[in-house]
């Protein structure tokens, strides 16, 4: 590829956060039509970099550049301005909007006071035909699916002529087939001269797609490298600053006797409907079952039913070959089982409740923690600082709120909490969300040496690798049923994408 | 509006007519009875209506307002007051006097929201909370004042309630002469006129009531077809969306919640300017409450709301009418009488409604959530 011009340039850019400093003289520039990644954990300051880009957060010193020229940025409406768009994590989009009425919201046209429906919907048709993004610019955008949401929002900061445009993870809510056309979408707009800042914390994608790649860790560029001259190891050790075990060293497994039965269950969501639809599986003592599916087909549901949390609307659960449908969450605690909690921090943990008390959630009512309903100060504290050493919980002291805490320590303490009492199965949904690579390393090895121990494991994530990586069997959720149950190492990626989809298994 | 709902409304209304129809028939014929019930529907509704259309606005931007009824009580009261002034104290005439009135009781409401859009927009106070301090300053307010005023020796009015300057007039809408003119057209039988004579005078109303109407149909078009519009309920559905667009969402939500204002401003001028010539403390009476539950059974609409509103309006006719009826209602209905029973009805209404057994409606997503950048 040819040199291009610079079309954005950030130097020196540095934002303080009380107490953080989320950017740290970072020098970040895009040349005309590529694709550069910005690699980074959580928190590593991608996401503020971009919000100062776009207007949102002031930067406390540095310069921005477009096409050469210096530019204040203030505000999202100075961004638009100098032909920056963005395309954020979670949508901007009013689900009860058209798409049409979506994409003029802020820049509408009007005749006589009233605004001009068909103008709109004519300038967004010729936008999808011009960029081949197909959309219907009268559907109601709350029911169209993820991947063309995203579509939307692109042609949103296409609409306001934008050549720049970020996405922030865009991969991280669709399937592996949605983000495939997504890159090919992302290519055909680079072939037309926009130029894309990708933001991941995905290694694959970024060797897969982008021009150039910069890593940031901990506020600072660790340095831009070309994809030919690296792999995922490299990139990996660049993100967390030291080497990573990426690939799950793990045994065959060796299932014993069935842990939990689960026979035709239903469950209804808040709305009425129902998520989950006579759903049959069961797990056995020794094994991972890993419940692959895009965030949203009922695994949420599902797994608040199992635990407990929600009623069931038909079927039967067996745990521990005893019928424990409808039971309450103490019961199922008490006869073993263990809950990682898809939001570790609004119903995995009490944030504002010291490390220590956190960690007897679940025992306090028992001995030792508590005698005669009067909580035992000493025996909290001596179990709090056996399992802060035993799993390397890195707090100042057991008596820091939990919510002080990172979110690789937070859901440490929560992992410490479950498997700290006699159990016989664990219900992991989304683990590592939102965790270091480091972290992440630490979990998954957690679960795979609590498989080793003759546990049952129940393992919902919506990152297909992780499913790929710790699972023995595989079952896939979609639109609320079990499509496909199979043994891990007798499917591929690719196959388990397209049932993810919806595409329905042939035998 | 969906079918369940509008199938209630048609009920309850047709129900309403139909009981005072029976009752009445010892009287009345039945189309003066159902023309005059229609009359009063329409006037009693009007509070209810711009009580509604001023909730519209504030939560459609995404800020809960509870407190219409304070704001419709302090228009009620410093409208009456303006008027008093200007008719007994500085001398004008009675149209001048009711004019200015009615500016006042907008101004007074209007200060109100602006009081809650400082709390709850700018300061992000629990938004119920706020409601509640302007219904609870509002009682406080005017009831002092209306004591201090006119009710203690050596006051401005020493004890003496001043001469009112009445109530505003009614403007004549020619239905009538449009139907007959019709009537003629068409033959001119003596059934078509008829109609015309008792349907002709339904919608000679006070002007409150006319534009209340009015209202309803200029908020729709305001709502959903205008830019100022998209963007309300851009505001009340996802702020953050509409603030990456480049639009201000405080300034948003303070200009609606302001506009929620005049309207509960021009509800409340209606109880002392418009429907009678005198002030009670409290007369608004929980009509600011009645506003909002039709405007959640309107589903947040302007037409929907109204509809609501009709229903709340048709059942205190029903009210009205059984004191004009008294006298002749038949012995088998004597509940009917008593004017405790009777007056209930709206606030069963409400409670049967809000219950949400007719269908559930949806609020805007970000209704009185406070906007943190």
């Not at chain 1, 939102?434 to 040496?449: K, M, N, P, R, T």
């Not at chain 2, 007074?108 to 909370?129: E, G, N, P, R």
């Not at chain 2, 059942?315 to 006298?327: C, E, K, S, T």
Request: hydrophobic share 45%; proline share 5%.
């Amino acid at each position: 590829m040819t040199e291009q011009p610079i079309v954005l340039e950030a130097k020196g850019i540095t934002k303080n956060f009380p107490g953080v400093l989320a950017n740290d003289q970072v020098d970040f520039d895009l040349r005309k039509g590529e694709i550069h990644a910005l690699l980074g954990e959580n928190g590593a300051g991608k996401t503020t970099l971009m919000n100062i880009l776009y207007g949102l957060y002031k930067p406390d010193s540095g310069e921005i550049k477009v096409n050469g020229q210096p530019v204040v940025i203030h505000s999202p409406k100075d961004s638009i301005e100098a032909g920056i768009g963005m395309v954020h994590q979670h949508f901007m989009l009013v689900p009860v909007f058209t798409v049409a009425e979506n994409i003029m919201l802020g820049d509408e046209t009007t005749r006589y006071g009233v605004l001009d429906q068909k103008a709109v919907v004519r300038r967004v048709k010729e936008l999808s035909k011009q960029y081949s993004l197909e959309i219907d610019p009268n559907a109601i955008v709350g029911q169209l699916p993820v991947g063309v949401q995203q579509r939307v929002e692109i042609i949103k900061a296409l609409y306001r002529n934008a050549q720049i445009l970020i996405l922030d993870e865009p991969t991280a809510v669709l399937t592996p087939q949605e983000a495939d056309d997504l890159f090919v979408i992302m290519r055909e707009l680079t072939r037309r001269g926009v130029s894309i800042i990708f933001i991941t914390h995905k290694l694959k994608e970024v060797l897969a797609i982008a021009d150039r790649i910069t890593v940031m860790r901990a506020g600072r560029v660790v340095g831009t490298v070309d994809p030919k001259d690296t792999n995922e190891q490299k990139l990996a050790a660049m993100m967390v600053g030291r080497e990573v075990i990426l690939k799950v060293e793990k045994k065959p497994a060796q299932p014993g006797k069935q842990v939990l039965e689960v026979e035709g269950l239903s469950v209804h969501d808040w709305r009425g409907l129902e998520t989950v639809r006579g759903v049959t599986f069961q797990v056995r003592a020794g094994e991972i079952l890993g419940i692959a599916g895009v965030q949203g087909n009922g695994q949420t549901e599902l797994v608040e039913t199992l635990t407990g949390l929600r009623p069931s609307a038909g079927g039967k659960i067996r745990f521990s070959g005893q019928d424990m449908t409808g039971k309450s969450p103490r019961l199922l605690t008490e006869t073993g089982m263990a809950h990682i909690p898809e939001d570790r921090q609004r119903h995995g943990l009490v944030l504002s409740y010291p490390v220590a008390d956190n960690l007897v959630l679940n025992t306090y009512y028992k001995q030792p923690f508590g005698v005669r309903g009067i909580m035992q100060p000493a025996a909290i504290d001596a179990n709090a600082r056996k399992l802060i050493q035993d799993f390397d919980i890195r707090t100042p002291s057991p008596y820091v709120n939990v919510g002080k805490l990172s979110g690789g320590n937070q859901q440490k303490v929560i992992v410490a909490r479950e498997l700290s009492h006699e159990i016989n199965l664990l219900i992991a949904n989304q683990p590592t969300r939102g965790l270091d690579v480091g972290s992440i390393e630490y979990i998954h090895q957690e679960i795979v040496a609590m498989r080793d121990r003759g546990l049952g494991v129940l393992l919902v994530s919506a990152e297909l690798d992780e499913i790929m990586a710790l699972s023995d069997r595989i079952a896939v959720m979609y639109r609320g049923q079990i499509v496909v149950t199979v043994d891990a190492n007798k499917v591929t990626r690719e196959q388990l994408g397209l049932w993810m989809a919806g595409a329905h298994p042939e035998e | 509006m969906d079918w369940k709902r509008f199938s209630f409304i048609t009920l309850v209304i047709v129900l309403l007519f139909t009981v005072v129809v029976l009752v009445g028939s010892a009287a009345q014929k039945p189309v003066v009875i159902i023309a005059s019930m229609l009359a009063t529907t329409l006037t009693v509704a009007t509070p209810l209506t711009l009580g509604a259309l001023s909730g519209i606005f504030c939560e459609r931007s995404g800020v809960v307002n509870i407190g219409i009824e304070g704001m419709m009580l302090t228009a009620a009261f410093f409208g009456w007051l303006a008027a008093i002034y200007m008719n007994s104290i500085f001398g004008f005439s009675s149209m001048p006097s009711l004019i200015v009135g009615v500016l006042f009781a907008i101004l007074s409401s209007v200060l109100m929201s602006l009081l809650h859009a400082v709390l709850s927009v700018t300061f992000k106070v629990d938004q119920i909370i706020g409601g509640t301090v302007i219904n609870i300053l509002a009682v406080g307010v005017t009831g002092f004042l209306n004591r201090q005023l006119f009710f203690e020796k050596g006051s401005v009015f020493g004890g003496n309630v001043p001469h009112a300057p009445g109530t505003l007039p009614i403007i004549h809408v020619p239905v009538q002469e449009g139907v007959e003119a019709i009537c003629k057209l068409t033959g001119g039988t003596e059934g078509c006129q008829t109609l015309a004579n008792a349907f002709g005078k339904v919608f000679d109303q006070q002007p409150i009531t006319i534009a209340a109407i009015l209202l309803v149909i200029l908020s729709h078009f305001i709502l959903f077809k205008t830019r100022w519009g998209l963007r309300t309920r851009a505001v009340g559905e996802h702020p953050r969306a509409a603030d990456t667009l480049g639009i201000n969402v405080q300034r948003m939500r303070y200009l609606n919640v302001l506009i929620g204002g005049v309207m509960a401003g021009l509800a409340g001028a209606y109880f002392t300017l418009e429907s009678v010539p005198s002030f009670e403390p409290v007369m608004t009476n929980g009509r600011g409450f009645i506003a909002l539950a039709a405007m959640i059974f309107g589903n947040w609409t302007p037409f929907g709301a109204w509809a609501a509103s009709l229903v709340f309006g048709a059942a205190q006719a029903l009210q009205i009418n059984m004191q004009v009826f008294r006298d002749v209602i038949p012995a088998q209905w004597t509940i009917l009488q008593n004017s405790y029973v009777v007056g209930l009805t709206p606030y069963i209404l409400t409670m049967i409604i809000l219950t949400g057994i007719i269908g559930k409606t949806i609020p805007p997503a970000a209704d009185g959530q406070p906007y943190e950048k």
